[in-house]
């Protein structure tokens, strides 16, 4: 058709309008394709390793061996699988877990080297070899053996290496090894670890464990520790990290398509809406409707199919390094990437259906009018709309006259920038909050806890402590029996020194009393002066709390009260404990088993969390700063094509060049504004679900969403340097217009 020849000249005449609609059509399928292949691929590989290596459901350790465990294991309708496991200091200060090699449950998979084959042989964690350069063959001294390094593997409950529940990060100072079960019993200082999987039968895992607790009470065998599958962090948090990106890869894409859409659509409305003339000569000339339709549509459509085929392919390409990347922090074994042929379909057939049908309505709102109607421009072109009417311009000067009726004019370009903006901002804001709320786990530790040292211990002690030392005891409850989160119950001396609480006023709370922190006071729904049912994870007994006090802290989900009164409530020896805080490291005999962690090294954990925060803010305020100024600057075009006359008009006046270009380009200014300002409770909306999610998954509290006014103005500054950016490149285009364009339209 020779209509379709002019297509190239009017892409040209406004290349920046197009290019920035085919910018954010990329973006938005580029996206798409790599979020969504991205958590299609990485919850593929985990399932695959929890399914195919057999992840235990529960483990558990007990006061003595289990005799029978064939018998146990029929009568539990479970596999059942008993390890050993002991961890070693090794001469460069690394501590490394060791465990037998289990050949039903937790099965490790080898990603480096062999499996082993003879005594002496070992498995290194793929995490710490990596950190500290081990290679195989390397020898490592354990005790008074030498085991050389065969293979490096992962183990499926321990997909996220850290070293303990508390711990946020891995640290290279800690590992895993895995050597046979004949060298490990060599070993008198290894303890004995259950691992159960129960078989399936239709029934939750967790009503299972109550069962299976049951059954070994009723068995005779004495539980010490008890962990689910769903409590261990190191699974726990991976199981969130699906969650998430499953969630973003829904919403992050769809988002920016959408204003991808809207944008393409606003173009080609304000091009149809100039070139009414244009197409009711076409009418007039002959063509038919369908032509015509079929002319306008190919400019949203060719958009649409170039903007899809690019960003889907670049999309696919990084799928692998995103994958790669994620499984340097969470060691699971890299089977492949499977591509998910519908996503390579849909992606590009997103843009090109959202596009053609906007932008058919579009068309067929405009064409309904007869040719002569066209030709001589609609009746309520240039009507004053409500708002106009209702704000009484009259009584105003003429720049903020021409300034608001610029923006009145056109509800649905301001409609188009309003959303743009928030849009921009809810990407700022969002990783602002993430900063924010790390901040405050941060202060929350610093301010309940002074100590250097935390020692754990798997059995009860009662001997003083040395000076600088406080012993306390802790055990872990449930809100009920089928609750899926746990909370620590701790007791602390009364005048502890090294816990320090405060209510809400600030005043100093003595552990004299029962005293729950306040995020875990908002879960349970309890209040100063109520009472709390609460279940040990343990042994699933019930206890009833009655809640004296509420620390205003987001340290964690924690009830304190004084170590005499917890050995009394829960049915402890007095005088017997089993942690202690201490400011100085204290000296056990050698055959005492336990596990110590530094105040420094948790928070040394949050401090490189938030590395990972900052690069993503970076990550986020780049986006937005691109899509800021993408959107302003394609409004801006928009509003500088529609007032070409008027602006040639002022420029006949005598207006000078930077008077026009204030007028003008500054405009927008207060709906960028408005923009930013409807952004900030659409961000807080969207981080209560990660805020829900993290607490569903991990048991980190976080406080109501809400972002700190320095990070306010940094977002505020990342949307206003977008819309300066955009003025600047618009700027060019608002001088090129010359005086002629008024005595062109007085022609007309």
């Not at 700022?428 to 405050?440: A, E, G």
């Not at 620590?488 to 003595?510: C, I, N, W, Y």
Request: charged residues 15%; glycine residues 6%.
């Amino acid at each position: 058709m020779a209509l379709n020849k002019r297509i190239w000249r009017v892409l040209l005449a406004n290349k920046a309008q197009y290019l920035g609609s085919l910018v954010l059509i990329i973006l938005s399928t580029y996206t798409f394709t790599l979020m969504n292949q991205f958590a299609d691929n990485f919850g593929r590989l985990v399932h695959e390793f929890q399914d195919g290596y057999v992840q235990e459901d529960a483990a558990f350790t007990t006061a003595s061996d289990i005799a029978d465990l064939v018998a146990l294991e029929t009568a539990a309708n479970a596999t059942i699988e008993e390890g050993q496991t002991l961890d070693v200091t090794l001469d460069e200060g690394q501590t490394l877990r060791i465990f037998s090699q289990n050949e039903k449950v937790n099965i490790p998979a080898i990603l480096n080297g062999t499996g082993l084959n003879a005594s002496g042989e070992l498995l290194l964690g793929q995490y710490f070899a990596t950190a500290n350069e081990y290679e195989i063959g390397d020898q490592i001294q354990i005790l008074d053996k030498t085991f050389t390094v065969v293979g490096f593997m992962t183990r499926p409950n321990f997909m996220y290496p850290v070293q303990s529940e508390s711990d946020l990060l891995p640290q290279p100072t800690f590992g895993t090894a895995v050597i046979s079960q004949e060298d490990l019993a060599t070993f008198s200082e290894a303890t004995t670890l259950y691992a159960v999987k129960f078989n399936e039968n239709g029934q939750d895992p967790l009503a299972r464990a109550v069962q299976f607790r049951e059954l070994l009470s009723n068995r005779g065998i004495n539980i010490v520790q008890w962990t689910n599958v769903d409590d261990n962090r190191r699974v726990s948090i991976v199981t969130a990290e699906v969650q998430i990106i499953n969630l973003v890869s829904k919403a992050v894409p769809t988002a920016v398509l959408l204003l991808a859409t809207l944008m393409v659509a606003t173009v080609v409305w304000r091009m149809i809406k100039r070139e009414s003339s244009i197409m009711g000569a076409l009418y007039a000339l002959g063509y038919k409707r369908r032509e015509i339709y079929r002319h306008y549509l190919i400019f949203p459509l060719l958009l649409a199919v170039v903007g899809g085929i690019i960003g889907t392919i670049s999309g696919t390409f990084l799928v692998r390094f995103m994958v790669s990347f994620m499984l340097s922090v969470f060691i699971i074994p890299l089977t492949g990437i499977e591509l998910n042929p519908l996503v390579m379909i849909i992606s590009p057939l997103l843009p090109i259906v959202f596009l053609g049908v906007s932008s058919y309505f579009v068309l067929r709102r405009e064409l309904k009018h007869s040719p002569v109607e066209l030709m001589r421009g609609k009746e309520d072109e240039n009507k004053v709309n409500f708002l106009e009417r209702a704000l009484r311009l009259e009584r105003f000067k003429f720049g903020t006259k021409f300034t608001i009726r610029q923006q009145l004019r056109s509800l649905s370009r301001v409609a188009f920038l309003l959303i743009g903006v928030a849009v921009a901002t809810v990407l700022v804001l969002w990783s602002t909050f993430l900063k924010t709320s790390t901040d405050f786990l941060v202060a929350g530790i610093s301010d309940v806890y002074d100590f250097e040292y935390e020692y754990n211990f798997p059995e009860l002690h009662y001997e003083p402590l040395s000076a600088g030392a406080e012993p306390f005891a802790a055990d872990l409850f449930l809100p009920d029996a089928a609750a899926s989160l746990d909370f620590h119950v701790s007791g602390v001396l009364p005048d502890s020194t090294m816990v320090k609480l405060e209510d809400a006023s600030g005043t100093p709370l003595r552990i004299d009393q029962v005293i729950i922190t306040k995020p875990l006071a908002e879960q349970l729904n309890v209040g100063a002066g109520g009472s709390v049912e609460i279940v040990r994870k343990l042994d699933g007994r019930s206890f009833t709390l009655t809640i004296n006090s509420i620390a205003d802290t987001y340290g964690g989900n924690l009830i304190f009260l004084s170590l005499e009164q917890f050995n009394e409530t829960f049915g402890r020896p007095v005088g017997s404990y089993n942690g202690a805080f201490s400011n100085v490291q204290l000296n056990f005999p050698e055959n005492q088993s336990y596990h110590v962690v530094t105040l420094q090294e948790k928070i040394a954990g949050l401090t490189e969390l938030l590395g990972y925060v900052a690069a993503m803010i970076g990550i986020l305020a780049v986006a937005a700063f691109g899509i800021g100024v993408i959107v302003i600057y394609v409004v801006t075009s928009l509003l500088i094509e529609e007032n070409k006359d008027v602006i040639g008009l002022m420029k006949v006046f005598g207006y000078r060049q930077k008077e026009i270009n204030s007028l003008v380009l500054n405009s927008s200014t207060v709906v960028v504004v408005v923009g930013y300002l409807i952004g900030i409770p659409l961000t807080i909306s969207a981080v209560g679900v990660l805020i829900q999610t993290m607490e569903d998954t991990v048991g980190l509290s976080f406080p109501p969403a809400s972002i700190s006014p320095p990070y306010l103005l940094i977002g505020f500054v990342v949307v206003m340097l977008s819309y300066q950016v955009s003025k600047w490149l618009c700027r060019k285009k608002v001088n090129a217009i010359s005086m002629s364009e008024a005595l062109k339209v007085a022609m007309e």
